[in-house]
């Protein structure tokens, strides 16, 4: 196992907060574009790739396995496999939900499966929630997926990029957050009655989504050129893409006229220009106490990790940290012990730990 035991001051803006003394470790450098993190009862780890792969790696960072049984991903573009999370109730039944992209090129949409992990394989695995209508752009699938305190589950859909009006179109699930119970039905309490599994709309493609302990949910999402937003998530809401935007098109064109409108959400934070954010994870624990409640976020096309300073569910400052890290960053998560962990892009990707530095 390769460790960085390097220590840096990180400064928080604003002066409102301490130095904090930290050390990364490097738990592994052998894995190929990985995407997303879970944590196992037992201290080993889960993470999918994107080319199609789940691996086991034991505390350490061995990986002790490829888990056979994965359903089959249309790995193309951005399409691939994606989140992985567990149950709720994973001690007792060991479920593991797994959304990827479903082919065929012509006809792909971001789908969630659920199978019983048993030893190092998936089994009984069903596919429970395909997104409607399906597409044939291999880009803008979401695909990040949460738990609430409820039970039900929460998972974000692209836009499909050539497909952007579909995000105000409540009867697309394209450019949603859905929510639904944990056999892929549609949740109780769904804001939409004619379209039951649409929980809010006008997203573009969302790679970020977690929730404090009090319950509140934050997600953020990919701009044009420019215009990337953190949210926080509510019910029924309407976030606006692509009738308001603080981005423009890829072309120098305008998407929208507007920065706002009535009846859709303003963003908490947004970035001009893109940082395009990746992973999403609320930091609550006391190893660093100036960073507690503040969110971690990855940033693909800036290579580096952004720190939001939060007051009251505000953000008040914004910094990048763990600079010599200086890669793509594809995930950002906390463990059950509250210990920041980070993935990094690409082939070799690393999972790095976040830890106190060490003490004389």
């Keep these: 196992m390769t460790r960085l035991l390097v220590s840096f001051l990180v400064f928080c803006l604003a002066g409102t907060a301490a130095a904090q003394d930290y050390r990364l470790e490097t738990v592994t450098d052998q894995l190929s574009a990985p995407w997303c993190i879970a944590f196992l009862p037992d201290g080993d780890f889960l993470v999918t790739e994107l080319a199609g792969q789940l691996k086991r790696l034991d505390s350490s960072g061995k990986i002790e396995a490829t888990v056979t049984g994965v359903p089959e991903v249309h790995h193309a573009g951005q399409g691939g496999l994606f989140d992985v999370v567990l149950h709720p109730a994973f001690g007792q039944n060991n479920l593991v939900y797994l959304s990827y992209a479903d082919g065929p090129a012509k006809k792909n949409a971001t789908t969630i499966a659920r199978a019983r992990l048993s030893g190092d394989a998936l089994v009984d695995l069903e596919v429970i929630y395909s997104v409607t209508p399906r597409k044939n752009t291999p880009v803008h699938y979401g695909g990040r997926m949460l738990f609430l305190p409820d039970g039900t589950l929460l998972l974000t859909t692209g836009d499909g990029f050539d497909f952007r009006e579909a995000a105000q179109d409540i009867s697309s699930g394209l450019g949603k957050i859905i929510r639904i119970n944990d056999d892929g039905a549609p949740a109780a309490g769904n804001p939409f009655p004619k379209s039951p599994y649409v929980w809010s709309y006008g997203h573009r493609n969302a790679q970020g989504l977690t929730m404090s302990r009090s319950g509140t949910v934050y997600l953020h999402e990919h701009g044009p050129r420019g215009g990337d937003e953190l949210n926080i998530l509510k019910r029924g809401v309407n976030y606006g893409w692509p009738a308001i935007t603080h981005g423009v098109d890829y072309s120098g064109a305008l998407v929208s006229p507007f920065t706002e409108w009535e009846g859709m959400a303003q963003p908490e934070h947004y970035w001009v220009p893109s940082i395009a954010p990746s992973g999403l ?80």
Excluded: C
């Design 281 to 360: 994870a609320i930091y609550e624990g006391t190893d660093f106490p100036q960073w507690h409640g503040d969110l971690f976020i990855g940033a693909l096309v800036s290579r580096e990790v952004r720190r939001l300073d939060m007051k009251d569910g505000r953000v008040i400052a914004d910094e990048a940290v763990f600079p010599e890290i200086r890669t793509r960053i594809r995930d950002v998560r906390t463990g059950p012990d509250n210990t920041l962990y980070i993935l990094t892009d690409g082939t070799p990707g690393k999972l790095i730990k976040v830890l106190p530095a060490a003490r004389d």
